[in-house]
């Protein structure tokens, strides 16, 4: 187990502190000898120790350099390649003016202690911290912990760099010959290298590494960056929170992959700004942050000075409008206290009163516990206060939960009865493999939710969500219905899904207020490979300069689209780029809720309003909005492909 911390602050500068990790003294010097040589006698000091593990492993040394920093980074280079080509016995791991980092194996409150750290005076402008269970690397030395630094940079990461290899041939190139092994150290020097060498900034520097995909066709300038920097940018399941200071200002980033596979969210009160992994972290420092999720490839970018520079997602202050829960109700005094209860201890709580006849159990001070309600088959009603773990509420069969605050991800998973009610937002994979009973939220949901729902017989799951959702809605859907009201987001022109909206969609029916863009349901190509491959065909004479116009001079367009445009035998080519053996025709209908669809939901519709106070808001948004309906063709037989000649 590692674990550390990274402190970022403006006054900080007497030199760059250069930091150790050695076996001995005597290696510590050698450190000391090969930088004296190489910087021309202008170190400050003498190697201190800062604290010396009690198994004896690695001692952790600081001495402060006064040097131009590109001579300081190709001696931190040389001087690790030359100690790790041989056995390992001493690494420098920080070297920064802002920048100071504390890391060791054991638990974070472990390193906490053997620095000491709570009993000097360490003022930061900024804070990052991490702990891990080391999946890439052996981890039983604190050169694998957390963070990982770089120059002015300090990363903390959490999942997997699936582009480490051409990450790895980049910095090769960039003159970088010793790393320690993980995936996480490459997003330090990455991020290092641009904005030391390459003067970019924060911003831009981020955009690069996040890896967005592109709707549309961007500015050539940017097109020409993302190519020049192609080995730069991130691949995989990942969330990055990184910290930097250029002497003039401190700057929070935070980032996802662009498929959202690890959880992120960000947040700020009126003192400070926070990202962590997990929602109840930051509701442990403040119950009363305004907390908010980047959107999937996307970063947050904050500073000291100037705040939140970049949300990370439009219109941040609509997207938890409606998460601020309404007056609690009272609690009863029979209620359970969950601040110092892991998640067994808390089951088993609630099925000790329920043993002794209990129908209602109100449960306080919730934060970041798992897997709550899992087990518990019985008809029971629990009331939760504050920020329930992942998983709350899986296989769920009976049970009435009432959220006032936030949930993490994964809730509702397997559910086949019962009933979920949240005062706040859902984060990821919502409601997955739904079968019965219902959900709902009064505020937003993020990435994946709805996926592989299913229906049997009598048995229609509803999930109903009164904010907006990320991308991958319904993915994979068999049945159900999920119904999305965007109230927080009225008169206003943002759409309220993401992207991939039922793709792989079989069964069910999705209800969206508004218009879903056509490129936004379904999994289609991007929009530049089909101009591009139309280009092709225009140019073999296949398709005519005037249906190639009008298609190039659309914004957005499906396959449904082209097929009202294109002559058949260009639509039959160009399909090939959107159709597969998976691919099912989804049937999209923009327009106002019918009877039929009243019929469906009406009493949905009346309990959502109930429940959150909000009649008013869902009765005006059936009787006034349009919806875009999406659901599958029906009749559809399996697609076989004939191979095309020549």
């Known amino acids: 187990m590692g674990a550390g911390f ?24 050698r450190v000391y000898s090969m930088l004296k040589e ?47 080509r041989d056995d390992f016995r001493a690494r420098i791991y920080s070297w920064g003016r802002f920048v100071d980092v504390y890391k060791g194996v054991g638990y974070p409150l472990d390193v906490y202690n053997i620095y000491h750290m709570g009993g000097r005076e360490l003022y930061g402008d900024m804070w990052i911290a991490h702990t891990r269970q080391p999946t890439n690397s052996p981890g039983r030395l604190p050169i694998w912990s957390h963070p990982f630094a770089s120059g002015e940079w300090a990363i903390v990461h959490n999942g997997d760099i699936s582009s480490f290899g051409s990450n790895m041939e980049l910095l090769w190139s960039l003159g970088y010959t010793s790393f320690v092994g993980t995936d996480s150290e490459v997003i330090a020097h990455l991020l290092d290298y641009l904005t030391s060498f390459q003067h970019f900034n924060v911003q831009e520097a981020a955009k690069i590494l996040c890896n967005k995909f592109n709707k549309g066709l961007p500015d050539p300038e940017t097109v020409k960056q993302f190519y020049r920097w192609r080995g730069a940018r991130l691949d995989g399941p990942f969330s990055v929170i990184a910290g930097f200071s250029d ?27 926070y990202a962590a992994s997990e929602e109840a972290q930051i509701r442990t420092i403040s119950q ?193 219905v999920i119904v999305v009201l965007g109230l927080n987001y009225l008169e206003t022109d943002v759409e309220v899904v993401g992207n991939c909206v039922a793709s792989g969609m079989v069964g069910g029916k999705i209800y969206v207020r508004g218009m879903v863009s056509p490129s936004k349901i379904g999994l289609n190509p991007p929009r530049a490979d089909v101009i591009q491959y139309l280009r092709g065909l225009l140019l073999e004479g296949r398709l005519s300069e005037d249906d190639y116009k009008k298609v190039a001079s659309l914004k957005d367009f499906s396959l449904v689209t082209l097929s009202k445009m294109l002559p058949e035998n260009v639509v039959k080519l160009v399909s090939k780029l959107y159709v597969n053996k998976y691919w099912k025709e989804l049937v999209v209908e923009h327009r106002r809720i019918g009877e039929d669809d009243l019929a469906l939901l009406q009493s949905h519709f009346e309990e959502f309003g109930r429940v959150f106070k909000l009649k008013e808001e869902v009765d005006r948004v059936i009787a006034e909005e349009y919806f875009t309906v999406i659901y599958p063709k029906s009749g559809q037989r399996p697609r076989v492909e004939e191979p095309e000649e020549g």
């Not at 939960?401 to 991800?409: A, P, Y």
């Open 6 to 29: 990274a402190r970022i602050k403006l006054d900080l500068d007497t030199g760059h502190r250069v930091k150790v990790f050695a076996t001995s003294e005597e290696e510590a010097m």
């Open 247 to 273: 002497g003039h200002d401190a700057y929070m980033v935070a980032f996802a992959d662009r498929f959202k596979f690890r959880p992120i969210v960000v947040g700020e009160d009126e003192d400070y700004i």
């Open 38 to 84: 190489r910087m021309h006698g202008r170190i400050l000091s003498m190697p201190v120790p800062e604290y010396t593990p009690q198994n004896g492993s690695l001692t952790s040394y600081t001495m402060i350099v006064k040097a131009d920093y590109g001579a300081l980074w190709r001696a931190v280079r040389d001087i690790n390649g030359e100690f790790w």
């Open 288 to 480: 009363d942050a305004r907390v908010w999720t980047i959107e999937p490839g996307d970063y947050f970018l904050a500073s000291l000075r100037e705040g939140v520079i970049y949300p990370g997602r439009r219109m941040p202050e609509r997207f938890y409008s409606l998460s601020s829960p309404l007056k609690p109700p009272t609690i009863s005094r029979e209620c359970i206290d969950a601040a110092h209860m892991n998640y067994r201890m808390l089951n088993q709580a609630i099925l000790e009163k329920a043993r002794l006849g209990a129908k209602q159990i109100d449960i306080i001070n919730v934060r970041g516990q798992r897997y709550i309600g899992v087990g518990l088959d019985q008809p029971l009603k629990l009331r939760v206060f504050g920020t329930p773990g992942n998983c709350l509420a899986n296989l769920n069969t009976s049970l009435d939960i009432e959220v006032f605050g936030n949930v993490q991800d994964d809730v509702g998973d397997v559910m086949t009865g019962g009933r979920i009610v949240v005062h706040g937002d859902a984060r990821d994979v919502l409601a997955q493999a739904f079968q019965g009973g219902a959900i709902y939220i009064k505020g937003n949901a993020g990435n994946r939710c709805g996926i592989q729902m299913r229906e049997y017989r009598d048995q229609r799951p509803v999930l109903m969500i009164g904010g907006r959702v990320d991308d991958y809605l319904g993915e994979y859907m068999a049945g159900g």
